[in-house]
Protein backbone atom coordinates (compact mmCIF):
# COMPACT_ATOMS: atom_id res chain seq x y z
CA UNK A 1 0.00 0.00 0.00
CA UNK A 2 2.89 2.39 1.17
CA UNK A 3 4.46 1.89 -2.61
CA UNK A 4 0.99 2.19 -4.63
CA UNK A 5 1.11 5.95 -2.50
CA UNK A 6 4.40 6.77 -3.29
CA UNK A 7 3.98 5.50 -7.01
CA UNK A 8 0.21 7.15 -7.45
CA UNK A 9 0.72 10.33 -5.18
CA UNK A 10 -1.16 10.63 -1.95
CA UNK A 11 -4.70 10.18 -3.14
CA UNK A 12 -4.61 6.96 -4.21
CA UNK A 13 -7.54 5.22 -2.92
CA UNK A 14 -8.47 1.53 -2.22
CA UNK A 15 -12.17 0.48 -3.58
CA UNK A 16 -13.47 -2.71 -3.22
CA UNK A 17 -14.54 -4.38 -6.71
CA UNK A 18 -17.11 -6.85 -5.38
CA UNK A 19 -20.72 -6.13 -5.38
CA UNK A 20 -20.72 -5.26 -1.81
CA UNK A 21 -20.54 -1.41 -0.49
CA UNK A 22 -17.58 -0.29 -2.16
CA UNK A 23 -14.68 0.42 0.70
CA UNK A 24 -12.08 3.90 0.36
CA UNK A 25 -9.79 5.07 2.75
CA UNK A 26 -9.63 8.68 2.13
CA UNK A 27 -6.93 10.30 2.82
CA UNK A 28 -6.73 13.39 4.79
CA UNK A 29 -5.12 16.59 2.65
CA UNK A 30 -1.92 17.42 4.09
CA UNK A 31 -2.39 20.66 6.59
CA UNK A 32 0.11 23.83 5.47
CA UNK A 33 1.93 25.36 8.40
CA UNK A 34 3.13 27.69 9.23
CA UNK A 35 5.36 26.65 11.75
CA UNK A 36 6.44 22.58 11.75
CA UNK A 37 6.54 20.83 15.00
CA UNK A 38 10.13 20.62 15.22
CA UNK A 39 10.07 24.36 15.30
CA UNK A 40 11.23 25.36 11.90
CA UNK A 41 9.37 28.14 10.40
CA UNK A 42 7.81 27.52 6.76
CA UNK A 43 8.56 30.98 5.38
CA UNK A 44 10.44 31.94 2.39
CA UNK A 45 11.67 35.34 0.96
CA UNK A 46 11.90 36.38 -2.52
CA UNK A 47 12.53 38.85 -5.16
CA UNK A 48 14.46 40.65 -3.04
CA UNK A 49 15.92 42.78 -5.98
CA UNK A 50 18.94 44.92 -4.52
CA UNK A 51 18.29 43.65 -0.92
CA UNK A 52 20.68 41.06 -1.37
CA UNK A 53 23.50 43.36 -0.23
CA UNK A 54 22.46 43.33 3.21
CA UNK A 55 23.22 39.96 3.83
CA UNK A 56 26.97 40.91 2.49
CA UNK A 57 26.78 43.56 5.08
CA UNK A 58 26.66 41.42 8.01
CA UNK A 59 28.99 38.32 6.46
CA UNK A 60 29.51 36.86 10.24
CA UNK A 61 25.97 36.29 10.97
CA UNK A 62 25.27 35.13 7.44
CA UNK A 63 27.75 32.25 7.73
CA UNK A 64 26.44 31.19 10.81
CA UNK A 65 23.14 30.85 9.62
CA UNK A 66 24.49 28.54 6.69
CA UNK A 67 24.04 25.11 6.87
CA UNK A 68 26.74 22.93 8.01
CA UNK A 69 27.48 21.51 4.48
CA UNK A 70 27.90 24.86 3.42
CA UNK A 71 29.91 26.17 6.35
CA UNK A 72 32.37 22.65 5.68
CA UNK A 73 32.44 24.18 2.17
CA UNK A 74 33.76 27.74 2.74
CA UNK A 75 35.94 26.67 5.43
CA UNK A 76 37.80 24.66 2.90
CA UNK A 77 38.03 26.70 0.33
CA UNK A 78 39.17 29.52 2.54
CA UNK A 79 42.12 28.51 3.11
CA UNK A 80 43.01 26.45 0.11
CA UNK A 81 42.85 29.23 -2.12
CA UNK A 82 44.30 31.58 1.13
CA UNK A 83 47.40 28.54 0.82
CA UNK A 84 47.73 28.60 -3.06
CA UNK A 85 47.80 32.61 -3.43
CA UNK A 86 50.44 32.97 -0.61
CA UNK A 87 52.23 30.18 -2.25
CA UNK A 88 52.18 31.65 -5.55
CA UNK A 89 53.47 34.95 -4.11
CA UNK A 90 56.61 33.19 -2.68
CA UNK A 91 56.79 31.54 -5.47
CA UNK A 92 56.76 34.39 -8.11
CA UNK A 93 59.65 36.15 -5.24
CA UNK A 94 61.95 33.33 -5.80
CA UNK A 95 61.42 33.33 -9.89
CA UNK A 96 61.96 37.48 -9.97
CA UNK A 97 64.94 36.88 -8.51
CA UNK A 98 66.33 34.33 -10.16
CA UNK A 99 66.56 31.80 -7.60
CA UNK A 100 65.20 28.62 -9.56
CA UNK A 101 68.03 28.87 -11.80
CA UNK A 102 71.02 28.70 -8.58
CA UNK A 103 69.37 25.53 -7.23
CA UNK A 104 72.94 24.03 -6.87
CA UNK A 105 74.91 26.82 -6.37
CA UNK A 106 76.26 27.28 -2.79
CA UNK A 107 78.12 30.29 -3.14
CA UNK A 108 73.99 31.97 -3.76
CA UNK A 109 72.13 33.65 -1.32
CA UNK A 110 68.67 32.60 -1.80
CA UNK A 111 65.97 34.64 -0.71
CA UNK A 112 63.69 31.74 0.47
CA UNK A 113 66.85 28.60 1.48
CA UNK A 114 65.98 25.75 -0.55
CA UNK A 115 62.75 26.86 -2.94
CA UNK A 116 63.49 26.28 -6.20
CA UNK A 117 59.72 25.22 -7.65
CA UNK A 118 56.03 25.60 -6.74
CA UNK A 119 55.68 22.55 -4.44
CA UNK A 120 58.39 23.80 -2.51
CA UNK A 121 57.41 27.14 -1.65
CA UNK A 122 53.87 26.36 -0.73
CA UNK A 123 55.50 23.81 1.76
CA UNK A 124 57.51 26.83 2.89
CA UNK A 125 54.08 28.82 3.42
CA UNK A 126 52.69 25.67 5.34
CA UNK A 127 55.29 25.72 7.30
CA UNK A 128 55.31 29.12 7.86
CA UNK A 129 51.56 29.29 8.56
CA UNK A 130 50.68 26.46 10.77
CA UNK A 131 53.91 27.49 12.82
CA UNK A 132 55.68 23.76 12.20
CA UNK A 133 59.04 24.89 11.49
CA UNK A 134 60.97 22.42 10.33
CA UNK A 135 64.24 24.46 9.29
CA UNK A 136 65.20 23.07 6.02
CA UNK A 137 63.77 26.24 4.61
CA UNK A 138 64.04 29.76 5.91
CA UNK A 139 63.79 33.72 4.82
CA UNK A 140 67.64 35.20 4.54
CA UNK A 141 68.14 38.40 5.91
CA UNK A 142 69.05 39.45 2.15
CA UNK A 143 65.33 39.73 0.82
CA UNK A 144 63.39 42.46 2.07
CA UNK A 145 60.17 42.20 -0.12
CA UNK A 146 60.34 38.58 1.33
CA UNK A 147 61.01 39.94 5.19
CA UNK A 148 57.22 41.90 3.79
CA UNK A 149 55.82 39.51 2.10
CA UNK A 150 56.05 37.14 5.81
CA UNK A 151 54.68 39.98 7.77
CA UNK A 152 51.21 40.45 5.17
CA UNK A 153 50.90 36.57 5.31
CA UNK A 154 50.74 36.29 9.40
CA UNK A 155 48.47 39.22 9.55
CA UNK A 156 46.24 37.58 7.01
CA UNK A 157 46.20 34.30 8.18
CA UNK A 158 45.72 35.22 11.46
CA UNK A 159 42.08 37.17 10.53
CA UNK A 160 41.35 34.52 9.02
CA UNK A 161 41.77 31.95 11.32
CA UNK A 162 39.80 34.22 13.80
CA UNK A 163 36.93 34.38 11.44
CA UNK A 164 37.06 31.27 10.03
CA UNK A 165 37.05 29.46 13.65
CA UNK A 166 35.04 31.89 15.18
CA UNK A 167 31.81 30.83 12.72
CA UNK A 168 32.73 27.19 13.25
CA UNK A 169 32.86 27.56 17.64
CA UNK A 170 29.17 30.13 17.06
CA UNK A 171 27.80 27.56 14.77
CA UNK A 172 28.33 24.69 17.14
CA UNK A 173 27.74 26.33 20.27
CA UNK A 174 24.66 27.75 19.53
CA UNK A 175 21.97 26.28 21.42
CA UNK A 176 19.60 24.91 18.42
CA UNK A 177 20.56 21.19 19.74
CA UNK A 178 19.50 22.10 22.98
CA UNK A 179 16.24 22.81 21.76
CA UNK A 180 15.74 19.41 20.56
CA UNK A 181 15.89 18.25 24.36
CA UNK A 182 12.69 20.29 25.11
CA UNK A 183 9.46 18.34 24.49
CA UNK A 184 6.07 19.61 23.48
CA UNK A 185 2.82 17.20 23.65
CA UNK A 186 1.90 16.09 20.09
CA UNK A 187 -1.72 17.40 20.69
CA UNK A 188 -3.29 20.40 23.14
CA UNK A 189 -6.56 19.32 25.01
CA UNK A 190 -9.56 21.36 25.80
CA UNK A 191 -11.22 20.67 29.03
CA UNK A 192 -12.64 22.14 32.25
CA UNK A 193 -9.97 22.92 35.07
CA UNK A 194 -11.06 24.25 38.37
CA UNK A 195 -14.92 24.94 36.61
CA UNK A 196 -13.57 27.12 33.56
CA UNK A 197 -12.95 25.43 30.08
CA UNK A 198 -9.23 25.38 28.91
CA UNK A 199 -7.08 25.12 26.25
CA UNK A 200 -4.15 23.05 27.69
CA UNK A 201 -0.66 21.11 26.58
CA UNK A 202 2.25 19.43 28.01
CA UNK A 203 5.61 20.98 28.16
CA UNK A 204 8.97 18.98 29.39
CA UNK A 205 12.96 19.35 29.83
CA UNK A 206 14.61 15.84 28.92
CA UNK A 207 17.82 17.08 30.96
CA UNK A 208 18.97 17.67 34.11
CA UNK A 209 20.50 20.92 33.45
CA UNK A 210 17.59 23.55 34.09
CA UNK A 211 16.33 25.82 31.98
CA UNK A 212 17.04 29.53 33.90
CA UNK A 213 14.78 31.93 33.61
CA UNK A 214 12.53 29.78 31.35
CA UNK A 215 9.20 31.89 29.92
CA UNK A 216 6.14 30.45 27.70
CA UNK A 217 4.23 32.54 24.99
CA UNK A 218 1.31 31.55 22.46
CA UNK A 219 0.29 33.02 19.08
CA UNK A 220 -3.01 32.11 17.44
CA UNK A 221 -2.07 32.56 13.96
CA UNK A 222 -5.47 32.96 11.92
CA UNK A 223 -6.80 34.64 8.71
CA UNK A 224 -9.12 37.43 9.49
CA UNK A 225 -11.28 39.90 7.84
CA UNK A 226 -11.70 43.69 9.49
CA UNK A 227 -15.17 45.52 9.49
CA UNK A 228 -13.83 47.73 6.98
CA UNK A 229 -13.45 44.86 4.64
CA UNK A 230 -9.56 44.76 4.37
CA UNK A 231 -8.09 40.90 4.84
CA UNK A 232 -5.39 40.02 7.47
CA UNK A 233 -3.60 36.63 6.19
CA UNK A 234 -2.07 35.08 8.96
CA UNK A 235 -2.73 37.40 11.75
CA UNK A 236 -1.50 36.69 14.98
CA UNK A 237 -3.33 37.19 18.25
CA UNK A 238 -2.01 36.76 21.81
CA UNK A 239 -3.18 33.69 23.71
CA UNK A 240 -2.93 34.86 27.54
CA UNK A 241 -0.75 31.36 29.41
CA UNK A 242 -0.77 33.50 32.67
CA UNK A 243 0.99 36.98 31.72
CA UNK A 244 -0.67 38.55 34.45
CA UNK A 245 -0.54 36.02 37.28
CA UNK A 246 3.15 35.19 36.55
CA UNK A 247 1.93 31.81 35.62
CA UNK A 248 3.88 31.86 32.41
CA UNK A 249 7.42 31.83 34.17
CA UNK A 250 7.96 28.26 34.64
CA UNK A 251 10.41 26.12 36.63
CA UNK A 252 11.02 23.59 34.20
CA UNK A 253 12.31 20.44 36.78
CA UNK A 254 9.46 18.48 35.48
CA UNK A 255 6.56 17.87 32.84
CA UNK A 256 4.06 21.19 32.85
CA UNK A 257 0.92 21.59 31.97
CA UNK A 258 0.46 25.06 30.47
CA UNK A 259 -3.47 26.60 30.58
CA UNK A 260 -5.00 29.05 28.70
CA UNK A 261 -8.30 30.22 30.61
CA UNK A 262 -11.03 30.92 27.72
CA UNK A 263 -12.99 33.55 28.97
CA UNK A 264 -14.43 36.59 27.03
CA UNK A 265 -11.16 38.15 26.16
CA UNK A 266 -10.38 34.91 24.67
CA UNK A 267 -10.03 35.00 20.97
CA UNK A 268 -11.69 30.82 21.53
CA UNK A 269 -14.83 32.80 23.82
CA UNK A 270 -17.46 31.59 20.87
CA UNK A 271 -15.47 28.23 20.25
CA UNK A 272 -17.57 24.96 20.77
CA UNK A 273 -17.12 21.82 20.06
CA UNK A 274 -18.82 22.02 16.50
CA UNK A 275 -17.42 24.86 15.84
CA UNK A 276 -14.21 23.48 15.97
CA UNK A 277 -14.49 20.88 12.79
CA UNK A 278 -14.81 24.23 10.80
CA UNK A 279 -12.12 26.06 12.03
CA UNK A 280 -8.56 26.65 10.83
CA UNK A 281 -6.35 28.25 12.75
CA UNK A 282 -2.66 27.86 14.17
CA UNK A 283 -1.33 27.69 17.67
CA UNK A 284 2.00 28.92 18.06
CA UNK A 285 4.18 28.15 21.38
CA UNK A 286 7.53 29.45 22.32
CA UNK A 287 9.33 28.39 25.09
CA UNK A 288 12.49 30.65 26.09
CA UNK A 289 15.19 30.10 28.39
CA UNK A 290 18.78 30.70 29.65
CA UNK A 291 20.64 27.87 29.25
CA UNK A 292 21.84 26.59 32.38
CA UNK A 293 25.79 25.19 31.47
CA UNK A 294 26.49 28.07 28.31
CA UNK A 295 24.78 30.90 29.72
CA UNK A 296 22.89 31.24 26.12
CA UNK A 297 19.60 32.15 24.98
CA UNK A 298 17.57 29.09 23.59
CA UNK A 299 14.07 29.26 21.92
CA UNK A 300 12.49 26.02 21.33
CA UNK A 301 9.24 26.47 18.69
CA UNK A 302 5.87 24.09 18.31
CA UNK A 303 2.81 24.54 16.72
CA UNK A 304 -1.09 22.73 16.76
CA UNK A 305 -3.47 22.55 14.01
CA UNK A 306 -7.16 23.05 14.66
CA UNK A 307 -6.82 19.16 13.98
CA UNK A 308 -4.37 18.45 16.99
CA UNK A 309 -6.78 20.59 19.51
CA UNK A 310 -8.73 17.53 21.51
CA UNK A 311 -12.35 18.62 22.57
CA UNK A 312 -12.77 17.02 26.19
CA UNK A 313 -9.63 14.99 26.89
CA UNK A 314 -6.94 15.55 29.84
CA UNK A 315 -3.51 14.26 30.14
CA UNK A 316 -2.21 11.43 31.91
CA UNK A 317 -0.15 12.19 34.79
CA UNK A 318 3.38 11.30 34.32
CA UNK A 319 4.79 12.00 37.99
CA UNK A 320 5.32 9.15 40.26
CA UNK A 321 6.82 8.97 44.08
CA UNK A 322 9.54 6.48 44.15
CA UNK A 323 11.75 6.00 47.48
CA UNK A 324 13.92 9.19 47.50
CA UNK A 325 12.90 10.75 44.62
CA UNK A 326 10.23 11.41 41.59
CA UNK A 327 10.12 9.22 39.03
CA UNK A 328 9.06 10.77 35.26
CA UNK A 329 7.44 8.48 33.21
CA UNK A 330 7.52 10.05 29.38
CA UNK A 331 5.79 7.12 28.26
CA UNK A 332 3.43 8.27 29.56
CA UNK A 333 3.97 11.97 28.04
CA UNK A 334 1.16 12.53 25.01
CA UNK A 335 -1.40 10.00 25.91
CA UNK A 336 -4.66 11.71 26.65
CA UNK A 337 -7.64 10.50 28.02
CA UNK A 338 -11.42 11.15 27.52
CA UNK A 339 -13.43 13.46 30.02
CA UNK A 340 -16.97 14.95 30.42
CA UNK A 341 -16.87 18.22 29.05
CA UNK A 342 -19.36 20.55 27.72
CA UNK A 343 -19.92 20.76 23.92
CA UNK A 344 -21.05 24.28 23.76
CA UNK A 345 -18.51 27.03 23.85
CA UNK A 346 -18.34 29.45 26.83
CA UNK A 347 -20.75 32.28 25.29
CA UNK A 348 -23.50 29.79 24.68
CA UNK A 349 -22.87 29.10 28.65
CA UNK A 350 -23.29 32.54 29.49
CA UNK A 351 -25.94 33.27 27.65
CA UNK A 352 -27.75 30.96 29.13
CA UNK A 353 -27.07 31.48 32.42
CA UNK A 354 -27.68 35.44 31.86
CA UNK A 355 -31.19 34.68 31.35
CA UNK A 356 -33.35 35.54 34.18
CA UNK A 357 -35.05 32.56 36.20
CA UNK A 358 -38.90 32.89 37.91
CA UNK A 359 -37.20 32.30 41.28
CA UNK A 360 -33.90 35.33 40.66
CA UNK A 361 -36.66 38.17 39.50
CA UNK A 362 -36.66 40.56 41.75
CA UNK A 363 -39.27 41.64 44.31
CA UNK A 364 -41.75 44.46 43.20
CA UNK A 365 -42.86 47.15 46.24
CA UNK A 366 -46.48 47.07 46.48
CA UNK A 367 -48.44 49.94 46.88
CA UNK A 368 -51.76 50.40 48.35
CA UNK A 369 -54.54 53.00 47.32
CA UNK A 370 -56.75 54.18 49.82
CA UNK A 371 -59.70 52.45 47.84
CA UNK A 372 -58.20 49.52 47.99
CA UNK A 373 -57.82 49.70 51.96
CA UNK A 374 -62.13 50.96 51.72
CA UNK A 375 -63.01 47.24 50.02
CA UNK A 376 -60.86 45.42 52.33
CA UNK A 377 -62.81 46.94 55.53
CA UNK A 378 -65.73 46.65 53.54
CA UNK A 379 -65.48 43.23 53.08
CA UNK A 380 -64.15 43.03 56.64
CA UNK A 381 -67.16 44.50 57.48
CA UNK A 382 -69.81 42.31 55.89
CA UNK A 383 -68.20 39.43 56.98
CA UNK A 384 -68.43 40.71 60.51
CA UNK A 385 -72.04 41.47 60.38
CA UNK A 386 -72.89 37.82 58.65
CA UNK A 387 -71.09 35.92 61.38
CA UNK A 388 -69.93 36.39 64.21
CA UNK A 389 -66.67 35.04 64.50
CA UNK A 390 -66.39 33.86 61.58
CA UNK A 391 -66.75 37.75 60.26
CA UNK A 392 -63.90 38.86 62.65
CA UNK A 393 -61.75 35.80 61.36
CA UNK A 394 -62.37 37.17 57.71
CA UNK A 395 -61.49 40.99 58.54
CA UNK A 396 -58.88 40.11 60.47
CA UNK A 397 -57.15 38.30 57.76
CA UNK A 398 -58.37 41.39 54.93
CA UNK A 399 -56.11 43.10 57.05
CA UNK A 400 -53.45 41.07 57.90
CA UNK A 401 -53.02 41.34 54.07
CA UNK A 402 -52.13 44.58 54.15
CA UNK A 403 -47.87 45.46 55.37
CA UNK A 404 -47.21 46.58 58.75
CA UNK A 405 -46.73 50.27 58.28
CA UNK A 406 -50.18 50.46 56.62
CA UNK A 407 -52.08 48.67 59.71
CA UNK A 408 -50.30 50.85 61.84
CA UNK A 409 -51.58 53.65 59.32
CA UNK A 410 -55.23 52.45 59.49
CA UNK A 411 -55.46 53.27 63.47
CA UNK A 412 -54.71 57.29 63.21
CA UNK A 413 -57.79 58.37 61.54
CA UNK A 414 -59.25 57.47 57.96
CA UNK A 415 -58.39 60.57 56.45
CA UNK A 416 -54.84 61.22 58.01
CA UNK A 417 -54.21 57.28 56.09
CA UNK A 418 -55.67 58.77 53.02
CA UNK A 419 -53.35 61.70 52.70
CA UNK A 420 -50.70 59.33 53.98
CA UNK A 421 -51.04 56.57 51.27
CA UNK A 422 -51.11 58.97 48.47
CA UNK A 423 -47.27 61.12 49.68
CA UNK A 424 -46.41 57.15 49.98
CA UNK A 425 -47.01 56.87 46.41
CA UNK A 426 -46.53 59.55 44.91
CA UNK A 427 -43.31 59.85 43.06
CA UNK A 428 -41.23 63.13 42.69
CA UNK A 429 -41.93 63.20 38.61
CA UNK A 430 -45.19 61.95 38.92
CA UNK A 431 -48.39 60.66 41.41
CA UNK A 432 -50.11 57.90 40.37
CA UNK A 433 -52.77 55.71 41.90
CA UNK A 434 -54.14 54.06 39.14
CA UNK A 435 -54.88 50.20 38.96
CA UNK A 436 -52.10 49.71 37.03
CA UNK A 437 -49.74 50.64 39.47
CA UNK A 438 -51.67 48.36 42.31
CA UNK A 439 -50.42 44.51 42.42
CA UNK A 440 -52.62 42.20 40.81
CA UNK A 441 -53.54 40.55 43.84
CA UNK A 442 -55.10 43.98 45.06
CA UNK A 443 -56.62 44.89 41.69
CA UNK A 444 -58.55 41.17 41.88
CA UNK A 445 -59.47 42.35 45.25
CA UNK A 446 -60.81 45.44 43.58
CA UNK A 447 -63.19 43.90 41.07
CA UNK A 448 -64.16 41.02 43.60
CA UNK A 449 -67.94 39.54 42.79
CA UNK A 450 -69.55 40.44 46.18
CA UNK A 451 -69.22 44.37 46.16
CA UNK A 452 -71.81 45.31 42.87
CA UNK A 453 -71.18 49.07 44.18
CA UNK A 454 -70.54 51.54 40.89
CA UNK A 455 -69.16 53.35 43.96
CA UNK A 456 -66.20 51.16 44.80
CA UNK A 457 -64.81 50.20 41.15
CA UNK A 458 -64.87 53.91 40.28
CA UNK A 459 -62.35 54.35 42.94
CA UNK A 460 -59.84 51.99 41.53
CA UNK A 461 -59.45 54.87 38.20
CA UNK A 462 -56.91 57.39 38.02
CA UNK A 463 -57.46 60.53 36.06
CA UNK A 464 -55.49 64.10 35.61
CA UNK A 465 -56.50 66.78 36.61
CA UNK A 466 -56.63 70.60 34.46
CA UNK A 467 -53.69 71.36 32.59
CA UNK A 468 -50.98 69.75 34.92
CA UNK A 469 -49.00 67.49 33.12
CA UNK A 470 -47.71 65.08 35.41
CA UNK A 471 -49.67 65.34 38.66
CA UNK A 472 -52.72 62.58 38.75
CA UNK A 473 -55.12 61.80 41.50
CA UNK A 474 -57.50 59.09 42.42
CA UNK A 475 -61.25 59.28 41.82
CA UNK A 476 -61.57 59.00 45.38
CA UNK A 477 -59.96 62.21 46.26
CA UNK A 478 -61.72 63.79 43.88
CA UNK A 479 -64.99 63.07 44.89
CA UNK A 480 -63.99 63.82 48.50
CA UNK A 481 -62.85 67.18 47.54
CA UNK A 482 -66.42 67.07 45.46
CA UNK A 483 -68.68 66.75 48.24
CA UNK A 484 -66.79 69.10 50.27
CA UNK A 485 -67.15 71.84 47.89
CA UNK A 486 -71.21 70.61 47.03
CA UNK A 487 -71.81 71.13 50.86
CA UNK A 488 -70.39 73.85 51.09
CA UNK A 489 -72.30 75.36 48.11
CA UNK A 490 -75.48 74.08 49.09
CA UNK A 491 -75.82 76.30 52.36
CA UNK A 492 -75.13 79.71 49.94
CA UNK A 493 -77.21 78.56 47.28
CA UNK A 494 -79.96 75.49 48.07
CA UNK A 495 -81.19 74.84 44.47
CA UNK A 496 -78.04 75.56 42.79
CA UNK A 497 -77.75 73.16 39.47
CA UNK A 498 -74.83 71.04 39.45
CA UNK A 499 -73.82 71.77 36.24
CA UNK A 500 -74.10 75.35 34.43
CA UNK A 501 -74.40 76.57 30.97
CA UNK A 502 -71.08 76.91 29.14
CA UNK A 503 -71.47 80.37 28.97
CA UNK A 504 -72.55 81.41 32.70
CA UNK A 505 -69.54 82.59 34.28
CA UNK A 506 -69.51 80.51 37.71
CA UNK A 507 -66.75 80.16 39.60
CA UNK A 508 -63.90 78.07 39.28
CA UNK A 509 -64.60 74.19 40.95
CA UNK A 510 -63.03 71.07 40.76
CA UNK A 511 -65.96 69.43 38.95
CA UNK A 512 -65.88 72.07 35.59
CA UNK A 513 -62.11 70.29 34.87
CA UNK A 514 -63.72 66.68 34.68
CA UNK A 515 -64.34 64.76 31.92
CA UNK A 516 -68.39 64.82 30.85
CA UNK A 517 -68.87 61.38 31.89
CA UNK A 518 -67.19 61.62 35.32
CA UNK A 519 -69.24 64.97 35.73
CA UNK A 520 -72.57 62.51 35.11
CA UNK A 521 -71.41 60.25 37.29
CA UNK A 522 -71.29 62.69 40.43
CA UNK A 523 -74.47 64.19 39.22
CA UNK A 524 -76.11 60.94 39.77
CA UNK A 525 -74.42 60.30 42.87
Known amino acids: MAALRRKFGEDYQVVNT ?77 YIRGDLNHRHDESYTPCVANVYNFPSAFLFFIETEATIGYGYRYITEKCPEGIILFLFQS ?29 FSQDAVISQRDGKLCLMFRVGNLRNSHMVSAQIRCKLIKSRQTP ?37 KSPFFDLSQRSLMNEQFEI ?67 DKSSLPSPAATPHRDRVFSVDCLEAVEERGGRGGGG ?5 AGAGGSASARLPTKLQRMSSSGKEDLQRKVLRLSSQPAERACSTGD ?37 TGDLHHRSLLHTSMHTHTHTHAPL ?25 DR
Open 387 to 391: GGGGG
Open 284 to 350: VVILEGIVETTGMTCQARTSYTEDEVLWGHRFLPVMSLEEGFFRVDYSQFHSTFEVPTPSYSVKEYE
Open 228 to 264: EGEFLPLDQCELDVGFGTGADQLFLVSPLTICHEINP
Open 499 to 523: HTPLGTPTPARPEDNLPAKLRRMNA
Open 18 to 94: SRGIPFSAPVKKKRQRMVDKNGRCNVQHGNLGGETSRYLSDLFTTLVDLKWRWNLLIFILTYTIAWLVMASMWWIIA
Open 155 to 183: LLGSIVDAFLIGCMFIKMSQPKKRAETLM
Open 438 to 474: LPLKLQRLGSAPGQDDAESRLQLKSLKVGLEPVMTQS
